[in-house]
């Protein structure tokens, strides 16, 4: 089992900046690629980044591509994601999740942390 604790939202005017934290426990944490989805109201949840185990690696969605990016520190078990320039339509609650070696989820999620971004 694994615990995913997201924290580091809230609220920020356009063109603001946040960084967001997931720190994980449980699973071997470096044996894992790690990633940010988000969610707005009434819409499907959607990728935002993926980082590699190693971190060497990392892909990001279109509509953030430039203007956030993930990274992560093994040593202390916690993903982070800087998210700068941010944009009204970036609102939205922001998990992070385990990743196989596809880069596709494997079922553990965060709680959750909402991001507002008012214009």
């Known amino acids: 089992q694994v615990q995913l604790v997201e924290s580091g939202g809230g609220l920020v005017q356009a063109g603001g900046s946040l960084r967001l934290s997931c720190a994980a426990s449980g699973r071997t944490f470096v044996t894992y690629a790690m990633g940010w989805f988000r969610q707005a109201p009434g819409k499907e949840r959607e990728f935002a980044a993926a980082i590699s185990w190693s971190g060497g690696y990392t892909k990001y969605a279109d509509s953030v591509k430039g203007r956030f990016t993930i990274s992560r520190d093994n040593a202390k078990n916690t993903v982070y994601l800087q998210m700068n320039s941010l944009k009204p339509e970036d609102t939205a609650v922001y998990y992070c999740?385990?990743?196989?070696?596809?880069?596709?989820?494997?079922?553990?999620w965060g709680q959750g942390t909402q991001v507002t971004v008012s214009s």
């Open positions: 999740a385990l990743l196989n070696r596809y880069l596709s989820p494997t079922g553990d």
